[in-house]
Nanobody
Framework: QVQLVESGGGLVQPGGSLRLSCAAS????????MSWYRQAPGKERELLAV????????NYGDSMKGRFTISRDNAKRTVYLQMNSLNPEDTAVYYC?????????WGQGTQVTVSA
C-alpha cells in the first residue's frame, strides 16, 4: 500500500523558513519522480516542483524560483521541500505526490501558515 506522510509544516513569520518532509512507503521510492504541490484556500492545487530519480529538478512557478528547493534522499525514502523567504501568499496545505502506473497518490498534506 502506497503511503506518503508529510511533516514539517506550521506557523512561521514572513521572511522565515521551513523544511517540509515526505516519507514514502509501499513502492520502490528510488525508481519514481516525486513532486510537491500546494493548495491555498479557494484556489486550485498548484504544482511546485518535481525531482527525478536522478535528482534533476524541475521547478514551476516564478514566485517560487530561488526560494524553494526540492531534494530527495533515496536511502531514507524521503523527499524534502526547503522553503525560504516565506510570505503570506505561501500559506497553503502542502502535499507530496507520486504517480505510479498512471495513478496519482497523495499524502494527507501539511499546513503552512505565514503570518506575523
Amino acid at each position: 500500500q502506497v503511503q506518503l506522510v508529510e511533516s514539517g509544516g506550521g506557523l512561521v513569520q514572513p521572511g522565515g523558513s521551513l523544511r517540509l518532509s515526505c516519507a514514502a512507503s509501499g513502492f520502490t521510492f528510488s525508481s519514481y519522480p516525486m513532486s510537491w504541490y500546494r493548495q491555498a484556500p479557494g484556489k486550485e492545487r498548484e504544482l511546485l516542483a518535481v525531482i527525478t530519480t536522478g535528482g534533476i529538478i524541475a521547478n514551476y512557478g516564478d514566485s517560487m524560483k530561488g526560494r524553494f528547493t526540492i531534494s530527495r534522499d533515496n536511502a531514507k525514502r524521503t523527499v524534502y521541500l526547503q522553503m525560504n523567504s516565506l510570505n503570506p501568499e505561501d500559506t497553503a496545505v502542502y502535499y507530496c505526490n507520486v504517480r505510479l502506473r498512471g495513478l496519482q497518490h497523495w499524502g494527507q498534506g501539511t499546513q503552512v501558515t505565514v503570518s506575523a
